[in-house]
């Protein structure tokens, strides 16, 4: 951590900041510059301490700003663990060389609507089925889910087409009862900072497919993903979703495609990216999809409906069967391109 003084801070002011981090068991080294000086931290803080002890010393007189040296995530970073996390779901490998692609209806609505997108998205390809049981929807009058009867579902269909799945949950409370029913639990963007989700969700040691929030910054998603790694759960890939847009006259969110190469150089985490929420826009997913691959994504989350028309929770950004196919064809070659495969 380094303090620097304002250019008219006294030798009062300096005094004051050293004697504070004494007083917290460690060692301030001033460095004195041409205009102002600065204060070094030179041994390590303790965790617990690092917030707290910063925001302390930037309430002192003379304090222009507090920076940290070190990042206040650990165990999500690439200093901590530098090879690349891959994370096994039965017998599929995320984040190794194949790009995993999870597809599926927004919400399940039947029996028989999970069956006909289970074949289309294993006849274009894609090893993970999705489809949300427990929706976080932004208005109490639209459409919750089937809850436990979809995850009964999503589990059947699973099993008889050989797929993976995956399906978000809302509670701490209800973390083993849907980690009973899925391969990957998937956190909300809502629920991002939902920290006793986070730490039940860790506790569990499921894989866990964690969103970004519409508004987190990437500190704030990989402090996220800490608390689950931290909570004893290794299985952790990360999901950039899109965030708060600019523009909602085009897209209902903005994908933060800059997010993934920074995401896989800070962390060993893998990366999925989600163009269904991230535009919107069904015409939209295809370009994002392979922006997505080609920005160094391990995978893709995206939302395919056998009817969209009439899906109860995101119809327009939901592919059809054909379009999902055309699209798992576009990425074929470009992930040849890229050395990997899918
Ligand atoms: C979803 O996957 O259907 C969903 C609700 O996603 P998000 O949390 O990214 O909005
Ligand atoms: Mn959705």
């Known amino acids: 951590m380094i303090v620097v003084m304002t250019v008219n801070a006294t030798e009062k002011d300096i005094q004051l900041v050293v004697q504070t981090i004494g007083e917290h068991q460690l060692k301030a080294l001033p460095l004195p510059g041409g205009e102002r000086t600065a204060i070094g931290i030179p041994s390590s803080i303790p965790a ?24 206040s995530y650990k165990l999500a970073s690439r200093e901590f663990h530098t090879a690349d996390t891959v994370v096994e779901v039965r017998d599929l490998s995320i984040g190794g060389n194949r790009l995993q692609v999870m597809a599926g209806p927004c919400s399940i609505e039947s029996y028989d609507q999970m069956v006909l997108a289970a074949q289309a998205a294993k006849q274009a390809g894609a090893l993970i089925l999705r489809g949300g049981a427990f929706k976080p929807r932004s208005s109490p009058y639209a459409f919750q889910g089937m809850q436990e009867e979809g995850l009964k579902i999503l589990q059947a269909v699973g099993q008889e087409s050989g797929l993976a799945t995956v399906s978000e949950v809302m509670q701490p409370d209800l973390v083993d009862r849907v980690a009973r029913y899925v391969d990957i639990l998937q956190i909300g963007a809502r629920n991002m900072q ?94 994002m999809s392979r922006a997505a691959l080609a920005a160094g994504a391990d995978g893709l989350m995206v939302e395919m409906h056998p009817s969209p028309r009439t899906a109860l929770s995101d119809g327009a ?19 040849q391109v890229l050395g990997r495969e899918i």
């Open 48 to 71: 617990e301490l690092r917030e707290d002890l910063a925001q302390l010393l930037q309430s002192l007189s003379g304090v222009a700003h507090v920076t940290h040296v070190t990042r």
């Open 194 to 287: 939902n920290f006793p989700l986070l730490i039940e969700a860790g506790r569990s040691g499921h894989p866990v497919l964690l969103k970004r929030g519409p508004s987190a910054t990437l500190e704030e998603f990989l402090l996220a993903a800490e608390y689950l790694l931290h909570h004893n759960n290794p299985h952790v890939m990360l999901c950039e979703r899109g965030v708060h847009p600019l523009d909602r006259g085009f897209t209902r969110n903005t994908l933060d495609l800059s997010a993934v190469p920074v995401l896989k150089e800070i962390s060993h985490l893998p990366v999925i990216v989600d163009p269904s929420h991230g535009t919107g826009v069904s015409r939209y997913v295809p370009a």
């Open 317 to 335: 950004q939901s592919l059809t069967p054909d379009q999902f196919e055309s699209l798992m064809r576009q990425l074929r070659p470009l992930a």
